[in-house]
């Protein structure tokens, strides 16, 4: 790739700040009740409301699709909401955050956890409290938890696989960019998609970065992987983060080659029209605020709920965007 043809990162990270400007943000460890949107405050829930929490592995737009519906919910209840999550993804963050609310006496918590077997112990403690403990995104199967929101990880890698295998008719070279090595959901999607390439497909998986979480690293990944492998076919995403950070890479560079994501958001919608997306594979994002809230809603009142509640699985297309 020739000098002039390469974008800085400097370059790359100013884009994506512009386009993530006046997002949700993380507040490290503090609690927050999150705004209803354009600078307003949220009205205050009825004295005496029960207080329920929701813990982010990281600061995140998708998360604030989320924090919307689950704030919506949480107001046609009648309860207070209090959403909180590390700067970046961090394992010590998210406990000191369940400790906090743990002591705050919340009704119930519903939480994404970057590290799953870390977080069995304060998630069994919380349970041990009274107080309910939803998980969504990546399980903590050992933990105690009241349930799981979310879709099957490992058959979410499979789809994606899927879907790059019918891009590609089944051979090819391509790059894999995921999220935290230490998300349980991460390894398991991970799982999935190796397993059904190596099973069903003639393709070969030149690289497979982790970006933790961060947008920037993801774009150093995805470059340094680029340089590496100039004549690769596909570039396949098994998170949120690495969607943002090849869309940008496709749209500064302009690319001609298939990239593939996971998760959907505004922004993977509009790279889906715009062509720098062949197919986006979406857990439903769309509906994790609303069920995340009724879970802990029912869970808190004592009410049985389901130990998993599925979401389900898309493989979402240009033309299902338009």
């Not at 995340?292 to 599925?310: F, H, N, S």
């Amino acid at each position: 790739m020739s000098a002039a043809g390469k974008l800085t990162r400097a370059a790359l990270a100013a884009l994506l700040a512009v386009a993530l400007s006046g997002c949700f943000s993380g507040e490290s460890d503090r609690l927050q009740t999150p705004s209803s949107g354009a600078g307003n405050p949220k009205p205050e829930a009825p004295a005496g409301a029960k207080t329920y929490g929701i813990i982010y592995p990281m600061a995140y737009p998708m998360y604030e699709m989320i924090t919307q519906d689950a704030s919506a919910a949480a107001e046609a209840a009648g309860v207070a909401l209090i959403v909180s999550a590390p700067d970046e993804a961090n394992t010590e963050q998210q406990i000191r955050i369940m400790e906090t609310m743990i002591r705050q006496q919340v009704a119930g918590i519903a939480i994404s956890p970057v590290d799953s077997e870390a977080l069995t112990p304060v998630i069994n403690k919380a349970q041990a409290a009274g107080i309910p403990v939803v998980t969504f995104e990546s399980d903590a199967p050992s933990s105690v938890r009241t349930a799981y929101v979310g879709a099957d990880n490992y058959a979410t890698g499979k789809q994606s696989a899927v879907a790059v295998s019918q891009l590609l008719g089944g051979k090819g070279m391509i790059l894999v960019e995921n999220g935290m090595e230490e998300m349980l959901g991460m390894r398991q999607r991970l799982s999935g998609f190796i397993d059904y390439l190596n099973a069903n497909t003639a393709i070969d998986v030149l690289e497979v970065h982790y970006n933790q979480g961060s947008e920037e690293k993801a774009m150093s990944d995805i470059e340094t992987m680029i340089d590496a492998h100039p004549h690769f076919d596909a570039l396949v995403g098994l998170d949120i983060v690495s969607a943002s950070a090849s869309t940008l890479i496709w749209k500064a560079k302009g690319l001609n080659r298939l990239a593939v994501s996971t998760g959907i958001a505004t922004t993977s919608k509009e790279a889906l029209l715009n062509g720098q997306l062949a197919a986006v594979i979406s857990q439903r994002e769309e509906d994790w605020g609303k069920l995340i809230m009724e879970t802990l809603l029912a869970a808190g009142e004592g009410d049985p709920v389901a130990k998993r509640i599925e979401t389900g699985i898309q493989d979402i297309r240009q033309n299902d965007v338009r």
